[in-house]
């Protein structure tokens, strides 16, 4: 089993910046894809950003050019550096490992508020 914990989450007004951090633990050597999705209140959640165990990328087109997603693999850590923010981004976000034997991993969320 894999444990993630995010943070970096809060307010910002638009335009700014925030980078979010997702920490793995447990079976992280079986960990495949690393994941940010984000959820609004009665809607789908929504895949944001991926990142493969040898780097490829991939993202929405809602945040293409304005996110970034990276990991550390020493420090089994993933991230999401958002510039540029909407108040269209603002929504809780979650990360989400993709493993080997344990299926799909969630964390607790963080949420983002973007003021206009």
């Known amino acids: 089993q894999v444990q993630l914990v995010e943070s970096g989450g809060g307010l910002v007004q638009a335009g700014g910046s925030l980078r979010l951090s997702c920490a793995a633990s447990g079976s992280t050597v079986s960990i495949i894809t690393m994941c940010w999705y984000r959820q609004v209140p009665g809607q789908q959640r929504e895949l944001v950003a991926q990142i493969t165990r040898g780097g490829a990328t991939a993202y929405a087109d809602s945040v293409r050019g304005r996110f970034s997603i990276s990991r550390d693999n020493a420090k089994n850590t993933v991230y999401l550096q958002m510039n540029s923010l909407k108040p269209e981004d603002t929504a809780v976000y979650y990360c989400?490992?993709?493993?080997?034997?344990?299926?799909?991993?969630w964390g607790q969320g963080t949420q983002v508020t973007v003021s206009s």
């Open positions: 989400k490992a993709g493993t080997i034997g344990y299926g799909d991993n």
